[in-house]
C-alpha cells in the first residue's frame, strides 16, 4: 500500500520559514524515482491549489506565481522523501498543505493528475 506522509507543518509568525516533508512508502525498489511529486493547499472555503511540483528525471520543477522566489522543492530519491522549503511565509500561506504522487503527469498543476495522496499538515501563518 502506497503512503504519504506530511510533517513540519505549524505555527509561525509572518516572514518565518518552515520545512515542510513528505515521506513516501510502499513502492517497490526504484519505484519513487519514477514518480512526481506535487504539492497542494487548501485553505478553508478555498479550492485545492497546486503550489509546487518536482518531475521525475531531471527534477525539473514547478512553482505556483505566489509562491515562486520563496519556496523551494527538493527531492532525496534515497529516502522517498519530498521537501517545501517555505521562507518569507505570509499570512495568505495559511492552509493545509498535501503532498500527491503522480505517474503519468501533463502539467503536475492539477490535483486529478495525482495517484496518491496524504492527509495533510496544516500551516498557520500570523501577521
Known amino acids: 500500500e502506497i503512503q504519504l506522509v506530511e510533517t513540519g507543518g505549524g505555527l509561525v509568525q509572518a516572514g518565518g520559514s518552515l520545512r515542510l516533508s513528505c515521506v513516501v512508502s510502499?513502492?517497490?525498489?526504484?519505484?519513487?524515482?519514477?514518480?512526481?511529486i506535487g504539492w497542494f493547499r487548501q485553505a478553508p472555503g478555498k479550492e485545492r491549489e497546486g503550489v509546487s511540483c518536482i518531475y521525475r528525471g531531471d527534477g525539473s520543477t514547478y512553482y505556483a506565481d505566489s509562491v515562486k522566489g520563496r519556496f523551494t522543492i527538493s527531492r532525496d530519491n534515497a529516502k522517498n522523501t519530498v521537501y517545501l522549503q517555505m521562507n518569507s511565509l505570509k499570512p495568505e500561506d495559511t492552509a493545509r498543505y498535501y503532498c500527491a504522487a503522480g505517474l503519468n503527469l501533463n502539467t503536475g498543476t492539477m490535483s486529478y493528475e495525482y495517484d496518491y495522496w496524504g492527509q495533510g499538515t496544516q500551516v498557520t501563518v500570523s501577521s
Open positions: 510502499g513502492f517497490t525498489f526504484d519505484e519513487f524515482d519514477d514518480y512526481a
